[in-house]
């Protein structure tokens, strides 16, 4: 499957990417509340060597940068 995204060799590139996007936005709003994080990343497990990615979504542009296109084969894992 085609991806257009943020595609991170290490899980603790997609973490910190994750985090960013949740400081931008203000989250979590509270302790309690349940919305954490702004994106999930997801884990390419088919894939060999195995990496991780956020799909794209225009509120994190500004974040994140500009996506790219890449292959993810077989099935992810949300994180």
């Known amino acids: ?3 257009l ?3 991170y060799t290490l899980e603790s590139e997609a973490i910190q990417a994750r ?3 949740a400081d931008y936005y203000g989250l979590p709003t ?3 509340n349940i919305t ?3 994106v999930d990343y997801f884990e ?3 894939n060999t060597p195995v990496f991780w990615y956020i799909v794209f979504d225009e509120s994190v542009r500004a974040i994140l940068g500009n996506p790219t296109t890449f292959d993810v084969d077989g099935n992810s ?3």
């Open 30 to 32: 509270s302790p309690d």
């Open 5 to 7: 995204g943020y595609k």
């Open 44 to 46: 390419a497990v088919d």
């Open 19 to 21: 985090k960013e996007c």
């Open 77 to 79: 894992v949300k994180k």
């Open 36 to 38: 954490i994080y702004w």
């Open 1 to 3: 499957m085609e991806v």
